[in-house]
């Protein structure tokens, strides 16, 4: 299984940035995704997710600016990120849950680096 993010890079705050992450090697349609963030030293936090069934929630110091979508066809998650505040600085991982027998399958990205400047 792999989980491949790209769009991140350096934007000034209010600016705005669309994340992608590509997955492979899993059954996408069964998969709930998200979008985690990590600063240094801090723990890493949801930002936002989508079941597999096209519900979505967010963190709430996201909620109104970030919207996240899927497209099965391409099994793809994205992460589009309106006024950016420099508290958004953070590297954002790709996050997969898939229900089994057992324990659910986690898969992680290696992650895309944000940085707002203020």
């Known amino acids: 299984v792999q989980l491949v993010e790209s769009g991140g890079g350096l934007v000034q705050a209010g600016g705005s940035l669309t994340l992608s992450c590509t997955a492979s090697g899993l059954n996408f349609k069964l998969s709930d995704m998200g979008w985690y963030r990590q600063e240094p030293g801090k723990q890493r936090e949801l930002v936002a997710a989508?079941?597999?069934?096209?519900?979505?929630n967010y963190d709430d110091s996201v909620t109104g600016r970030f919207t996240i979508s899927r497209d099965n066809a391409k099994n793809t998650v994205a992460l589009q990120m309106n006024s950016l505040k420099p508290e958004g600085t953070a590297v954002y991982y790709c996050?997969?849950?898939?229900?089994?027998?057992?324990?659910?399958?986690?898969?992680w990205g290696r992650g895309t680096r944000v940085t707002v400047s203020s």
């Open positions: 996050h997969a849950v898939i229900a089994g027998r057992g324990p659910p399958y986690i898969y």
């Open positions: 989508i079941t597999r069934g096209g519900s979505t």
